[in-house]
């Protein structure tokens, strides 16, 4: 396969950089978050947004943006329209699609994301479901995406993830108090998790709270193509079932820094991205390294965050200086730092 990078863009845009997040609009088509690399903590490392249609020559395979105001930034790509959309934790946006690349103003600009305690969400995750784009976040808000520069609360929509009664009162900490990820089937079966074994079910109209068998904080959740919604927590273990049915299908003991980032099913598989690499169910009720089932899976420079592409043929995964295309049967290494050393 033709190198994605010449050494010169490699130079330009990836180099003393790291990879934080990635999407996969098509089989061709990825986005990737860099971080500058920076000794200084003093500010923010500047942030770089790679858009790149790897079936275009060289001279016109990427459209980069830069900025320096952006924080532990997400992206996801969307069905309608096609882009792809970034957003950090103070609800700063980029947006990309064939007609704008660039910054919008933030969610907090456009809709009301004023949560309980006079504090404003905070925003851990932006996801695709149901073909739409979705931030989640602090307190149970969720944000649809309704277009450049439009947002809406589901609240607003009086579709809102209902609180405590004793909200402004309780002890409620805020790391420990809101969702964390999302996925769904369709729009009318949707769950988000987050919290310490805090899960939700929206059927269509209205969330309904799902009882949870620990207290553990969740990180991740994914649907799966057998009927079943996959829910990891920090340490990694696995539950899988449905609305109160849950069974622990799967042990675990990450260490900190190590939880689960992304989960997805593909293929007949769960996979489950850490910045250690990407995890799968062993056989014996346990998580274990990809490469202990699959000999061809890439190594852990090479994966870690995961995508799956609209059309859910390929798998998209990345990790501190390099990425990997999957579609269930061949690994194709796109780029790593190793091949510009």
Request: some cysteine.
């Amino acid at each position: 396969m033709e190198s994605i990078f010449d050494r010169a863009s490699w130079e330009k845009y990836v180099k003393g950089r790291t990879i934080y997040d990635c999407a996969i609009g098509r089989e061709k088509g990825y986005a990737f978050v860099l971080v500058e690399q920076r000794e200084n903590r003093n500010t923010l490392p500047r942030t770089t947004f790679i858009n790149m249609a790897v079936d275009r020559p060289m001279g016109s395979r990427f459209a980069v943006y830069f900025v320096g105001n952006f924080g532990f930034t997400t992206i996801a790509s969307s069905i309608v329209p096609p882009e792809y959309v970034a957003v950090d934790s103070r609800s700063h946006v980029y947006s990309a699609n064939a007609k704008w690349k660039g910054v919008e103003k933030s969610i907090e600009d456009v809709t009301d994301m004023s949560s309980a305690r006079g504090t404003v969400a905070a925003i851990h995750r932006v996801v695709r479901v149901a073909g739409q784009i979705y931030g989640v976040g602090t307190f149970r808000r969720i944000f649809r995406r309704l277009g450049m520069e439009q947002w809406t609360e589901l609240q607003a929509e009086g579709h809102g993830v209902p609180l405590p009664a004793d909200i402004e009162t309780g002890d409620y900490a805020l790391p420990s108090f809101g969702f964390n990820d999302m996925c769904g089937f369709n729009e009318h079966d949707m769950y988000a998790v987050g919290g310490e074994g805090d899960v939700w079910r929206f059927d269509g109209k209205q969330w309904h709270h799902c009882p949870f068998p620990a207290d553990t904080p969740l990180e991740t959740v994914a649907c799966g193509e057998d009927g079943k919604v996959y829910i990891s927590d920090m340490k990694g273990c696995v539950w899988a079932g449905r609305e109160n049915r849950w069974t622990q299908v799967a042990e675990a003991d990450f260490g900190w820094g190590s939880q689960p980032l992304d989960s997805a099913w593909f293929k007949g598989r769960l996979y489950l991205g850490s910045q250690d690499g990407l995890y799968t169910l062993g056989e014996n009720k346990n998580v274990v390294a990809l490469e202990n089932v699959d000999s061809e899976a890439p190594g852990m420079g090479n994966c870690g965050r995961v995508d799956v592409s609209p059309d859910g043929q390929f798998m998209l995964t990345a990790g501190s200086f390099g990425a990997t295309l999957y579609d269930g049967t061949t690994w194709t290494r796109l780029f790593s730092g190793y091949d510009y050393m």
